[in-house]
């Protein structure tokens, strides 16, 4: 591989950490107060209301349900909006965290909704209020789970942000398309496989190993 | 609903001054569909006495024991607690009103993601006390239930019983007016079981903390309670001081959930009982209080003559009262003699059953 390719792959992944590691912590900070106001509002949750917990649940089954590359295109005036222009690492953020933050809330919905609900009871017979109750209940009882699926959600925003390629934002998707693909560098193309893997491996194991400490279960 | 005689138990409570109501039901209602949950329940708990709700599942136990704190609203009826009435109040009004009433769980229910400490420092959190006073309050609690040397572990390294021990002492930890305990024993063994109830016994008479706890099991209350009531199909049936309680039950219910704790005809002897005479006629004899406490045997040998002999049974005691049930043979050929043990012993207060008869000697 010449020193410009490697010089390139360097600055791809870059890219993509750039994209996934900010798509994922928007998603994250979305997406939880998200999960959060769906079991909440749902029956018998600590803030009943059918009509909030409908409306959310079919705003994020839409956004799901778009497939990525049509959000990435139809998003572009937003992201304009937002960013500035519709090209770029930067631009990319706006689609994928638009798609990963649905997508995160569901996730933690599932883990929020694991938790007993005996222990909802307690709190709220020590006189706890809705956010002792998400605070000190809700959030750390379902911690292992909001990681462990925080870290799924950051592994799927590294394949979604190589479709963001398609809006010129970069990234080793992009790259193994361009060069591996179009020119047919085949070293390009495993290099950038490798790297892929290494990157959701490490990913993977980073959160593994901190769902084993936050665990007391 | 029986009312019980309550002479001697009152005598081992409180005599002087008239007990203070920590809680008063008036007529509670509370229906689930086409159920009736609770069917007009009244009732009072009195300041410093344990009060043991005992039912089968499904007689509204639950449901009574979460109006008491507003985790769950009766229909109609009032829910007085230390003097206000609380059934009507918002969730808002509701939770420093909840932090004068600990409650204990069938499963503990401790947060798994905090320390012991943490877990019994947290409703102080609640309450907004300072880091320092919790931790301080969390220790003596636990040196209280002899758990200090958990303070920084997690729940799920502790037994069953470490795990209600520490519930307990989460629930004290705003020094409560109240505690209610809801089948706190149910998921624990027995030797466990026992434990914990002393505990319990000895936070009641240490704080002079008024405990309403509700179980299925009879040993629970004869172990612990002052009083019991006994609730079925969301009624009280029967309420008053456990010892006259075992002692003369009135319902069904309470002679069924008594079943396992009182002496009963051995099996082989039951079926072999024919409703018509026989060469023995055995007899039910239950004695309490006063009537258990005279030498009654002797005296039947000494003033009725002739034979009797003890088959089974024997005396008892709850809460410091004599409660004893016999099962006496009688030879049947001699119904005259018969008659006379049976007046006999009604005049020593005994209630007599004559539960039928054997066709040849046990």
Known sequence: MSPILFELLLRSIWETV?????????????????????ISTERGGIAESLWVNRVLGAVINGFRSVPFIILLVALIPLTRLIVGTSIGTWAAIVPLSIAATPYYARIAEVSLREVDHGLIEAARAMGGNRWTIIREVLVPEALPGIVAGFTVTLVTLIGASAMAGAIGAGGLGDLAIRYGYQRFETSVMIAVVIVLIVLVCGIQWVGDRLVARLDRR | MNQHFTATAEASG???????????????????????????ISLTVRKGEILGIIGRSGAGKSTLIRCLNGLERPDSGEVVIEGREISRLGERDL????????????????????????????????????????????????????????????????????????????????????????????????????????????????LGLTILLITHEMEVIRSIADRVAVIDAGRIVEEGPVWSVFADPRSDVTRSLLGAIRPRLPAELSARLLPAAGAETILRVDVAGEAARGPLLSDLAAIVPGPFRLVHGGIDHVQQQPVGTLFLSVPGSDARHLAEVITFLKTRQARVEVLGHVADSV
Do not use: C, W
């Open chain 2, 95 to 206: 939770q420093p009103l909840r932090r004068r009433i600990g409650m204990i769980f069938q499963h503990f229910n401790l947060l798994s993601a905090k320390t012991v400490e943490d877990n019994v420092a947290l409703p102080l959190k609640i309450e907004g006390r300072p880091k320092a006073e919790r931790l301080a309050r969390a220790a003596e609690l636990l040196d209280l239930v002899g758990l200090s040397e958990k303070a920084k572990a997690y729940p799920a390294s502790l037994s069953g019983g470490q795990k209600q021990r520490v519930g307990i002492a989460r629930a004290l930890a705003a020094r409560p007016a109240l505690l209610l305990s809801d089948e706190a024993t149910s998921a624990l063994d027995p030797e466990t079981t026992r434990s914990i109830l002393a505990l319990l016994r000895d936070i009641n008479r240490q």
């Open chain 2, 14 to 40: 409180q005599a002087d001054a008239p007990p203070q109501d920590v809680v008063r039901l008036v007529d509670l209602k509370r229906r689930f569909g086409a159920t009736a949950a609770l069917d007009g």
């Open chain 1, 18 to 38: 750039l994209m996934t590691a900010a798509s994922g912590l928007i998603s994250l900070v979305f997406g939880l107060p998200l999960g959060l106001a769906l």
